[in-house]
Nanobody, 121 residues
Framework: QVQLVESGGGLVQPGGSLRLSCAAS????????MGWYRQAPGKQRELVAG???????NYGDSVKGRFTISRDNAKNTVYHEMNTLKPENTAVYYC???????????????WGQGTQVAVSS
């Protein structure tokens, strides 16, 4: 069974930084695109940053220049470095990955359980 486990959320003051991690585990044949989404109270879930298995990363307009997504394919892990955080960045952040499990031919979207990020003084 494939799982995504996030870590690194918490409370930070405006202007501060946080680094989120998400590790994929289980019987995995291949991982394709990975990304981070967020959902603030009363709002829809939105894409924050995405990184394909090879190629150019993409970011939401509101986070360009402040957030950086990266991945370590040897560790099946995606990272999310968030700098100059603002109160409006407060949300639950979810990791997502497109994965083909071992023994399967189907690529499925898997989600982590979410990690809370709160930006407040």
């Amino acid at each position: 069974q494939v799982q995504l486990v996030e870590s690194g959320g918490g409370l930070v003051q405006p202007g501060g930084s946080l680094r989120l991690s998400c590790a994929a585990s289980g019987s995995i044949f291949s991982i394709y695109a990975m990304g981070w989404y967020r959902q603030a109270p009363g709002k829809q879930r939105e894409l924050v940053a995405g990184i394909p298995s090879g190629g150019v990363t993409n970011y939401g307009d509101s986070v360009k220049g402040r957030f950086t997504i990266s991945r370590d394919n040897a560790k099946n892990t995606v990272y999310h470095e968030m700098n100059t955080l603002k109160p409006e960045n407060t949300a639950v952040y979810y990791c997502q990955a497109d994965i083909i499990p071992s023994g399967s031919r189907l690529r499925n979207a898997y989600w982590g359980q979410g990690t809370q990020v709160a930006v407040s003084s």
